[in-house]
């Protein structure tokens, strides 16, 4: 089978080729084969390849992909009864590794069953991303102060991940205020969605636009940024609030002053998907898949915009999942 596989890390036009590996062996208890169709270039796959992330992410054979949408090849023993994925379903998976190649074995407790109507590119768009969004509203909904109808302030607010946080936020009446580094590039995303108000952080006044766009105290912000934004976000949340940090889109150091996180009660919070499956029961796990399902059939603008590339252009379809701003989802695709 194809598969494209990473020599070191580096830039991914000098250290990813197309390679012809081994089809898996037949999957062990509680594993499944999956023949991947599609699967959606996350920043964790570039930074990864760059060698921003762990080297071993990758090891030890080096095939890049964290998720991806695909049909049930083949089942180890137990699976059937466990989860009700047969031979043939269509599945999304969730934290798999080494999705850049034509199969992949995985737990069959990472995959999240598709149903008929939702498209393997609105699919790819749900897992991780969707996921992710889920906990991240999870964890800001715990904050003192945070429940209900209280402003929740977002960065990267064009990103796939914010994108299903804010979809999932609309529906439940909830106020977003959303940070782009671009307040040109505001509106285009303000149009989208109810309940959200847009701010540039070039704007030289974004964080007293942040106060007034906030009808109550911001007592938690959510943002995969890290760098030089986690201070700066660090001042907009009330005291007493808490920053959630789910990724390092900016890879400088954090300048944090403990004085202020003392003195304010300041929290800070890291929240990863990984390993989402393994710590939430099946049943949180079918009814979080059905409330992303039923998000994306009431708001599938969303997931529009998205290109597909063939497996074979994985440098291409990085350097347009990397261009900014950001126009949708970059998809690879498997041949037919
Ligand atoms: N913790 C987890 O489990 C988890 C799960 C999924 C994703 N993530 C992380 O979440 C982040 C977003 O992923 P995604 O798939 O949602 O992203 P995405 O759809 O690829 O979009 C990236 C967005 O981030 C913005 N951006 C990129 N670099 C930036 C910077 N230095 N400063 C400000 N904005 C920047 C881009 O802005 P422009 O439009 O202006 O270019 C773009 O809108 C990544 O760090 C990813 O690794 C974490």
């Known amino acids: 089978m194809k598969a494209v596989m990473m020599k070191r890390s580096g830039d991914p036009s000098d250290v990813l080729a197309m390679a012809d590996i081994p089809e898996p062996a037949a999957p062990a208890d509680g594993d499944v084969i999956v023949r991947v169709r599609k699967r959606l270039v996350h920043p964790a796959d570039t930074a990864a390849i760059r060698g921003f992330l762990p080297a071993a992410v990758f090891a030890p054979d080096g095939i890049p992909g964290f998720d991806g949408v695909g049909i049930v090849q083949a089942l180890g023993a137990n699976v059937e009864f466990a989860t009700g994925v047969m031979v043939g379903s269509r599945v999304a998976l969730l934290s798999a590794r080494k999705t850049w190649a034509e199969c992949v074995v ?36 715990q904050v003192a102060g945070s429940a209900g109808t209280a402003p929740l302030l977002m960065t990267a607010a064009a990103s796939g991940v914010a994108r299903n946080m804010i979809a999932l936020s609309s529906q439940r009446g909830r106020h977003v205020i959303g940070l782009v580094r671009r307040d040109a590039d505001a509106s285009a995303l303000a149009g989208q969605f109810d309940n959200l108000t847009v701010i540039g ?24 940024i890290g760098g030089e934004m986690m201070p700066m976000l660090l001042e907009s ?22 004085g202020r996180l003392t003195g304010r009660e300041l929290t800070i919070r890291g929240l990863s998907a990984f390993g989402w499956s393994e710590r939430t029961p099946p049943e949180q796990r079918a009814a979080d898949f059905e409330s992303l399902f039923a998000m994306a059939r009431r708001m599938p603008q969303n997931f529009g915009g998205h290109r597909t590339f063939p497996l074979a252009d994985a440098v291409k379809a990085i350097a347009h999942a990397e261009a900014s701003p950001r126009r949708g989802a970059t998809i690879l695709a498997s041949d037919d």
């Open 201 to 224: 952080t070039d704007r030289p006044d974004w964080q007293a636009a942040v106060r007034a766009a906030a009808n109550s105290p911001v007592k938690v912000a959510i943002d995969p």
């Open 106 to 141: 995985t737990s069959a407790t990472q995959l999240m069953p598709v149903p008929d109507d939702i498209e393997d590119e609105v699919a790819c768009q749900l897992a991780t991303n969707g996921i992710t969004a889920l906990m991240l509203l999870h964890a800001a909904g």
């Open 237 to 258: 949340v009330a005291d007493g609030g808490t920053l959630i940090v789910y990724g390092g889109l900016d890879p400088r150091p954090s300048r944090i002053s403990s």
